[in-house]
């Protein structure tokens, strides 16, 4: 299971942002669970939808994330006021509770996440 999700600028982006900060609080995350239905033995409807500022998230909301469709999440900026992320090397970060993180370096281009 996924505990956090970490994402830093590795360049400066502007004043508030250094290299080295987290630009979480600039980025939307989604994606979609099946745990409330399977909690509902199989009632309820089925992939809740999680979306949220990337740096909001819980543990919880983190629980079982995944489309089915090969796609994990998907994260973009919140909006046009944060668009001078785009072209910047970014570092994110996946955080487990039972092995090691994973890490992947990357200039956020426009796109899908």
């Known amino acids: 299971n996924i505990s956090k999700i970490e994402l830093i600028c590795l360049e400066d982006v502007g ?12 980025f939307e995350f989604e ?49 046009q006021e944060h668009s001078h992320v785009w072209g910047k090397k970014l570092r994110l970060t996946l955080n487990y509770e039972n092995q090691y993180p994973i890490t992947k370096d990357f200039i956020l281009k ?4």
């Open 15 to 26: 004043e508030n942002h250094p290299a080295g900060s987290s630009v979480a609080e600039m």
């Open 31 to 79: 994606s979609h669970t099946p745990y409330d239905y399977i909690q509902s033995r199989y009632t309820n409807f089925y992939n809740k939808r999680i979306v949220k500022r990337l740096d909001q998230l819980t543990t919880d909301d983190l629980y079982l994330i995944g489309t089915g469709d090969d796609v994990l999440f998907w994260i973009t900026p919140l909006n």
């Open 110 to 113: 426009e796109g899908e996440y």
